[in-house]
């Protein structure tokens, strides 16, 4: 069974940076993907990033391209979300999920997937 753990968030001016934390354990096969999500208030829950732990490729939701990196620790299988320049609209809970029998990520549409396994979120606040 996999288990998600996630660690970091918190509260940040505009321009701030965090980093987020997914501990991941229990992985079956190699070939997974982690992905990050997000959901403001009142709001659906969007995709925000995902990296396949077979071949570190990645993909980013547009409006974060460029301030927002996904990376991973391949000793521990810990995902990062390292967030800089940090805007009001990205203020949200964060969530990491993972997916098994996925080998590579190629665009957004991935974090679509039936994405089984979750972890127990954190907040991201963004407010002067």
């Known amino acids: 069974q996999v288990q998600l753990v996630q660690s970091g968030g918190g509260a940040v001016q505009p321009g701030g940076s965090l980093r987020l934390s997914c501990a991941a354990t229990?992985?079956?096969?190699?070939?997974?993907?982690v992905g990050w999500y997000r959901q403001a208030p009142g709001a659906y829950r969007e995709g925000v990033s995902c990296?396949?732990?077979?071949?570190?490729?990645?993909v980013y939701r547009d409006s974060v391209k460029g301030r927002f990196t996904i990376s991973r620790d391949k000793s521990t299988t810990t995902v990062y979300l390292d967030m800089s320049d940090l805007k009001p609209e990205d203020t949200g809970m964060y969530f990491c999920?993972?997916?098994?029998?996925?080998?590579?990520?190629?665009?957004?549409?991935?974090?679509?997937?039936?994405?089984?396994?979750w972890g127990q979120g954190t907040q991201v606040t963004v407010s002067s």
């Open positions: 999920a993972a997916l098994q029998g996925v080998t590579t990520v190629q665009d957004m549409g991935v974090m679509r997937a039936p994405f089984r396994f």
């Open positions: 229990g992985f079956t096969t190699p070939y997974a993907i």
């Open positions: 990296i396949s732990l077979n071949d570190d490729s990645t």
